[in-house]
């Protein structure tokens, strides 16, 4: 009996035993597993200089790209609205309706067939033609591109005037020279700009620039009221556009200004 009473005794303190020790695992698991997810938040110094350059990487790459899509935009030339082809020593004409553009070339010193484009300039053509206002004048067309390439994809840029000497009133008579322009070109101006900027519409004229960034120098043009387009003569193709200059003030005739004093502003117009 006393070695039945000892068994029974022990047995509540062995289940006591394993309570205690299960509660002990289970609190110790617990910590560990706390630990375990505290420890990645906690970054060492280098982590968090690796994050924030690679962040700082990242912005400045989207920047980029950004940028790289403005100036495509601006500088990237669209497609040709017309093409045609030059054949030495023949006359031919390309003519772009929906820019209002036309252009002949004579075919003079043409050495092979070219493939001519006539499209719209880049749009940084129109904005530096704004921004520069050549002769103090403002565009009135949207810029053009012209150009010609050969079998080769080379392209042609230059294309002289022909002179051709005849001699008037018989054989004793004045030499006259008569010259054919290498290139002809017709540009139709929009006449809601022209009317718009008070523009002078015998000033109207073609404008030429080689390439970005050069200064947009006037052509030897005019502007032909009847048929509606501004006419011009050139030995290259690059970029063109239409110019034309404001009407000039009447004589005598001044702006109003404001005069502000201690009692207030009076705006004095001048009459007439």
């Not at 500088?75 to 082809?85: D, I, K, R, S, V």
């Not at 004793?172 to 290498?182: F, I, Q, R, Y």
Request: glycine content about 8%; overall charge positive.
């Amino acid at each position: 009996m006393r070695g039945s009473s000892k068994r029974a005794t022990f047995a509540p303190r062995t289940a006591g035993a394993r309570v205690r020790s299960a509660v002990t695992a289970t609190v110790a698991v617990v910590a560990l597993t706390l630990v375990g997810t505290a420890t990645p938040a906690q970054a060492s110094p280098q982590e968090l200089a690796r994050r924030t350059a690679a962040a700082t990487l990242a912005e400045v790459r989207a920047a980029a790209a950004v940028q790289e899509r403005r100036v495509r935009a601006e500088t990237e030339t669209p497609h040709p609205a017309a093409t045609g082809q030059i054949d030495p020593g023949t006359e031919s004409t390309v003519t772009a309706d929906g820019l209002g553009a036309s252009v002949t070339f004579s075919g003079n010193k043409v050495d092979s067939a070219l493939t001519v484009a006539v499209g719209a300039a880049p749009k940084n053509a129109l904005r530096a033609a704004k921004a520069e206002q050549p002769a103090g004048g403002t565009p009135v067309s949207d810029p053009v591109e012209i150009t010609a390439t050969d079998a080769r994809g080379k392209q042609v840029t230059q294309f002289p005037a022909k002179t051709t000497k005849t001699r008037g009133g018989g054989d004793k008579g004045p030499v006259v020279s008569d010259v054919t322009p290498g290139v002809t070109l017709e540009l139709k101006p929009d006449t809601d700009r022209v009317k718009a900027n008070d523009l002078n519409p015998a000033t109207l004229q073609i404008y030429t620039r080689e390439t970005a960034g050069d200064p947009w120098a006037v052509l030897p043009s005019y502007y032909d009221e009847k048929a509606g387009v501004v006419r011009g003569e050139s030995t290259h193709l690059s970029q063109f556009v239409v110019i034309g200059i404001p009407f000039p003030l009447p004589r005598g005739r001044r702006s109003c200004w404001t005069r502000t004093t201690m009692r207030g502003s009076r705006t004095h117009r001048p009459r007439g």
